[in-house]
């Protein structure tokens, strides 16, 4: 098949000759070395494309784990996360698809935890087998244009819990649970409402606030989730969409200094792969972007765009 089609692995000074060619490209989550990481896996894709070939995409766990580690629920989420990344990068996400799992019956694919891959954990991973028929398998997107806030609730429940919320009848009910514990929404949910869903269904107690300075915001959000270990909620554009702050990254421990100073801000978008057309691209799953980037989309929200009687400033949902 591969004298026909093309090569495994295609090495640099292969000759196609025009021959219609294909070539499968290995890129690891976790554990990857310089060559196997995205931008290792991106040079090769350039190689390919410059030659005029085909190419796949086969994406393993980590060397000597081919799928996240049977029954780990959270792993395979993050896992997830990071292939949707990889679809949507301008670059690899011109594959002829997505390859997951390889041999999984070979104890050499699951060597790094020694625990089986069994056929239902591997349908699980690559079909979602077992789960909510509902279910798409994205864990970031939301179902309509309107369900920002059902499916930053969904988010945050993944990230704390270690089982899975995605499904459309789910987040619709999250979403009309947010509308109906809203006020002067226009109909829709806000921050209010979902403040108070993620305290009803078991997350831990938030509230809404609202400061004024844009460093100060980001501090109180990075400080609380250091605190609380969950998620911060973002309220973007201006009071219209809802994101969700995962993680972040700085110079100096919130939990033990004032004095620490943000470098990157993790962030998920319910709207992604799609974006805006005024606000511009959704950033990849978890992606880690700086201050002064946040800052194009995470602005303040001021009376005369949006009322809920509270003053002008920079809206977060906040655990406490």
Known sequence: MLEKIGSHWMHPDRLLHGRRSASIELLYFRGAGAAFDMNGARARVRMALDKGCDFWLRIDYQPGQTLPPTGHESALGEFRQWAAS?????????????ICGNETNLSAEWRET?????????????????????DTGNL???????????????????????DRRGSF?????????ARDRSTNAFGGANPFGWASVLTEIGLGEYEVVSIPNYERALRRAASALRETNRPVGLVMWRGRHAWVMSGFESRGDPARTRDFTLTGIRVLD??????????GPSP????????KELATDFVIRDRRNWSMNVRPGYLLVLPT
């Open 140 to 162: 970031l997107a939301q179902h309509t244009f309107e369900w920002c806030v059902g499916a930053s609730v969904q988010m945050a429940w993944n990230l704390v819990r270690d």
């Open 169 to 177: 009848r789910d987040q619709r009910r999250l979403w009309e649970m």
């Open 284 to 291: 990849p799953p978890n992606a880690l972007v700086t201050p």
């Open 114 to 134: 020694n625990i089986p891959l069994t056929p239902e954990w591997v349908a699980r991973c690559v079909y979602g087998f077992g789960t909510d028929t509902d």
């Open 270 to 279: 319910p709207l992604f792969p799609h974006g805006s057309s005024l606000w």
């Open 86 to 98: 990889v679809a949507a990068d301008p670059v690899l996400g011109r594959s002829r698809g997505l």
